[in-house]
């Protein structure tokens, strides 16, 4: 599928569609081809943890383990 830069403006969520469905679509300006609006498949994505961070492995620094409580009283009795 080919279409003009003026049209894919104006269409761009039809052809984004049709790019879903597994088309190719050629975007020219004054005739010239300028981008290809090409399907994606899952194995084009490539995997990203949930955390921007990835894992972050902590030091055992030997510190007891405390109660979101335990955290919550001790801010507050230094002001914080």
């Known amino acids: 599928m080919e279409t003009t830069a003026r049209e894919f403006n104006r269409k761009s969520s039809q ?5 879903a469905r597994g088309e190719t679509v050629t975007v020219t ?3 010239t081809p300028i981008a290809r609006v090409v399907p994606i498949s899952d194995i084009d994505i490539p995997p990203y943890p949930t955390d921007p961070m990835g894992e ?3 030091p055992d ?3 007891p383990d405390l109660t979101d409580e335990e955290i919550d009283g001790s801010l507050e009795r230094r002001g914080a």
């Open 15 to 19: 052809i984004l569609a049709a790019a």
């Open 29 to 31: 300006k004054n005739g």
């Open 61 to 63: 620094l030997g510190l």
């Open 56 to 58: 972050i492995d902590l």
